[in-house]
């Protein structure tokens, strides 16, 4: 599964995460948009007036039949999109834990010089709280002069340092952990 995590219609963190799924052998795609899964801003009144929306459950069950999922994280004033934030805050009245302890490569990259690191760090450090294995992590900073349609990564450096996230994701899947 994979998640740009942003509303934007033309999201580089969409594009690079369906590249980065493309970089497995043998990967089956299920791409997210999340403006298929837009609900109204979670409350708890609108919680009780209205129940969880299905959208929220259709997001929880594309999750649950996933064997491993990869976020690109849009980072918006430091943080996540308010798109993915409001999806996660449904999700979670499903119960936990919400990511269904699913193997994760967590993604970010910006036109600027971070290229998403401060969304990333959040990320890192709050999804493994709610399910989410993290296997792997990984930064693209300038989007823009590092990242090519046809060539994927064109920076020899972090292709190098992409890889061996990747590798470590890869690893997650074909080892599942003992319960």
Do not use: C
Request: glycine share 8%; net charge negative.
């Amino acid at each position: 599964m994979t998640i740009g995590a942003s509303n934007s219609k033309n999201s580089i963190n969409r594009q690079f995460a369906v590249w980065a799924v493309g970089q497995i052998k043998g990967a089956e795609l299920v791409g997210v948009d999340l403006n298929d899964f837009e609900m109204p801003i979670y409350s708890q009144d609108r919680e009780q007036e209205n129940g969880i929306p299905q959208l929220a459950k259709d997001f929880k069950s594309l999750v649950t039949q996933s064997d491993g999922i990869i976020i690109s994280f849009a980072e918006h004033n430091g943080n996540y999109s308010v798109a993915f934030k409001n999806i996660l805050d449904w999700m979670s009245r499903l119960g936990r834990p919400f990511w269904s302890d699913k193997p994760m490569l967590l993604l970010a990259t910006s036109p600027g010089r971070r290229g998403g690191k401060g969304v990333l760090e959040i990320a890192e450090r709050t999804l493994p709280h709610q399910g989410g294995v993290v296997a792997g992590s990984f930064s693209l900073p300038d989007f823009n002069q590092n990242f090519s349609a046809e060539q994927g990564i064109i920076d020899n450096v972090e292709t190098d340092r992409f890889n061996s996230e990747l590798n470590k994701f890869v690893a997650s899947l074909e080892s599942p952990v003992a319960v």
